[in-house]
């Protein structure tokens, strides 16, 4: 094999796992025409067709998807014993991918990565926010960051954050027009501002519980998004009322800016976990970012 192909064979190995040449060139760091030009080259030297393209999708070829499952496994085997040399080191080294929302982005893993990394300039880490429930394995990341009721049975699970808790709020100009809401199905007669979750396909059911019982209410509004800054942006302008976590509008609450409603309905539940599969041989570098994460009751 002429070591001119080594690259063009990583080129074709993202492109078939992405089934996207625009996704594949990102994760590479080369240009998607560059990516394009190597493939069909590669498949000129070989004297097959790798890849199937159409307008709107990339899909791999009966010899193209005997190539992946031959010497896919084989490259993934080369790029973990070169992570696991990082051993031979003096200091962990090396990259890690995870990925996690937004919330738990910017409310744990920021606030431990600022700390960790000036003491460790040989660590890597590529944060990628995303609310779907992500296949870490498929995806090739290292870790990913959900609630402790969300990982799954077969994965390593360290807890990273406190339980958390939800608020229901609204502004004082909102409940100047409207009556506070007394139970959680009252929030069906306001304005309130939607979240939508690509993990469920569709609009969040904000959910309660009081003495056990718990409930799901659908709600209705003006709005609705998909991140944190708009939706507190949302409340605090008196457009409606917000489901947040308590940790988000606390400060509003305490300065009077947001009002609290329905408080004895929002019950604690799990916070964030890390998790990787367990077959997984963690590296130094990861062990020290699972350290660093760890979560310790003061």
């Not at 492109?15 to 493939?39: C, D, M, P, W, Y």
């Not at 409930?215 to 800054?229: E, H, M, P, S, Y």
């Not at 300065?255 to 604690?268: M, Q």
């Amino acid at each position: 094999m002429l070591r001119e192909n080594l690259n063009d064979f990583l080129g074709f190995l993202a492109v078939a796992r992405e089934q996207n040449f625009t996704r594949a060139a990102a994760k590479l760091g080369v240009s998607q025409s560059a990516l394009s030009h190597a493939i069909r080259g590669l498949e000129a030297r070989l004297g097959v067709r790798l890849l199937a393209r159409t307008t709107r999708s990339v899909a791999t070829t009966p010899a193209g998807e005997r190539l992946l499952r031959t010497i896919g496994p084989r490259f993934d085997q080369i790029e973990a014993e070169l992570a696991d040399l990082s051993e031979l080191r003096d200091r962990p080294a090396g990259m890690i991918r995870i990925t996690a929302g937004e919330h738990s982005a910017e409310t744990v893993l920021w606030p431990a990565l600022k700390k960790l990394l000036p003491t460790y300039p040989d660590i890597k880490v590529e944060l990628v926010v995303d609310y779907g429930l992500t296949d870490i394995v498929a995806e090739r990341y290292d870790a990913g960051v959900r609630l402790g009721e969300q990982v799954a049975k077969d994965m390593i699970a360290v807890r990273i954050g406190p339980d958390l808790r939800m608020a229901v709020v609204g502004s004082p100009s909102y409940f100047a027009r409207r009556p506070l809401p007394k139970r959680p199905q009252d929030l069906t007669e306001h304005n309130c501002i939607n979240i939508r979750l690509p993990t469920l396909g569709g609009i969040y059911a904000w959910e309660f519980e009081k003495r056990g019982r718990a409930l799901k209410v659908r709600v209705d509004g003006q709005l609705i998004f998909t991140n944190l800054a708009l939706r507190l942006n949302a409340v605090r302008d008196g457009l409606g009322l917000a489901y947040m976590t308590e940790d988000q509008v606390e400060a509003d609450i305490a300065s009077g800016r947001l009002i609290r409603v329905l408080e004895d309905w929002c019950a604690p539940f799990a916070g964030y976990h890390l998790y990787y599969p367990s077959r997984r041989q963690p590296t130094p570098a990861f062990a020290v970012l699972v350290e660093a994460l760890r979560y310790r009751t003061r």
